[in-house]
């Protein structure tokens, strides 16, 4: 497998970035909505920090889609950034970050026009185009790469918790005349937040969601000759997660996922507590890489045809939940 392209990390930092500005523009267009102003931010301050921030947004905007389509791995091209669902490669979250996209950029537009359309017009377009800020999250929960790192689950997690806290804020200061709206947005809220963590569950954190989603099929296979034997990469650096479970024996199994690369998967077993070896099977998207007997050490080492293999770092977390790192080189 070639190693990623410059685009490839570029669209990625971009798309993390742009949730995180797409955030605070949502943030601060809740609470302008209120003339929120203090004595050391007056409201004509916040309203012009509102605007920056959101043609700021815009940039990061354009380099994400530039890069995506100049990155040759899932072959995207100006169509597929315009036009909802039509890229092959997982259409219906490509398809909503796209929607995502037009939403926001209508937003925009919208608002450096105010003077020149109706109010009730304005304050119609402005508010369905908010619903930018879910499609973006569920686009890069759906399509990112990185979706199952601490890191990006501790990002996305922030901007939930910053949206509900804006939105929980200008709930509760409402009029007592607008109290049912205000208890039936905040009931709505509160479904949405729990949908969205039923998905994760069960879509883009469970193993094998890159198969789900629509990842076309030599994507999820391809590899460059001379650079894997049988699916499996040379020069990975990835992080394992999986479970451990044991049987009364002392046998023990570990099912460990790639989380980059969620059709990898490893398994180690253990016949009982007393044996001296452990059998590492290698798996791609069920099917088996390569079968190996190791020894037991603190770092298991295995070889796959021409790679070789180590699981180190092997911790842990807590109940039978475990973590590591799969580092390949050519044996």
């Not at 949405?192 to 994760?200: G, K, S």
């Not at 990469?233 to 992080?239: N, R, T």
């Amino acid at each position: 497998m070639s190693a990623p392209s410059p685009f490839w990390y570029a669209t990625r930092g971009a798309g993390m970035v742009l949730l995180i500005l797409l955030t605070v523009v949502v943030v601060l267009g809740i609470l302008t909505s209120n003339r929120w102003g203090t004595a050391r931010i007056p409201r004509f301050v916040s309203g012009a920090l509102h605007r920056n921030i959101s043609l700021l947004t815009i940039v990061f905007l354009v380099l994400h889609i530039l890069t995506a389509i100049f990155d040759s791995f899932a072959h995207l091209g100006i169509k597929d950034a315009l036009i909802p669902f039509a890229s092959a490669y997982r259409p219906i979250w490509m398809g909503v970050g796209v929607i995502g996209a037009e939403l926001f950029i209508a937003l925009v537009i919208t608002s450096l026009l105010r003077g020149r359309l109706g109010y009730r017009t304005w304050r119609l377009t402005h508010w369905l185009a908010y619903a930018s800020w879910p499609l973006a999250l569920v686009h890069g929960l759906g399509t990112g790469s990185d979706t199952k790192m601490a890191w990006a689950l501790l990002l996305n997690a922030a901007c939930v918790a910053a949206v509900l806290l804006a939105l929980g804020w200008r709930l509760a200061i409402g009029t007592p005349q607008s109290e049912p709206v205000r208890l039936v947005s905040l009931a709505t809220t509160s479904l949405a937040a729990l949908a969205l963590l039923i998905w994760m569950i069960n879509g883009p954190l469970k193993p094998g969601w890159a198969q789900a989603a629509g990842t076309p099929a030599d994507l999820l296979v391809r590899a460059t000759s001379g650079s894997t034997v049988a699916g499996l990469p040379v020069g990975l650096h990835d992080q394992l997660q999986g479970s451990l479970t044991q049987d009364s024996g002392g046998g023990l199994r570990l099912d460990l996922q790639d989380v980059p690369d969620s059709s990898l998967r490893v398994l180690v077993s253990v016949a009982d507590s007393q044996a001296s070896t452990a059998t590492v099977q290698v798996m791609r998207n069920g099917q088996t890489i390569c079968n190996s007997s190791v020894p037991i050490t603190q770092q298991l080492a295995a070889t796959c045809g021409t790679t070789h293999l180590i699981l180190e770092s092997l911790q842990q977390q807590g109940g039978s939940q475990v973590q590591g790192l799969l580092v390949t080189s050519r044996s």
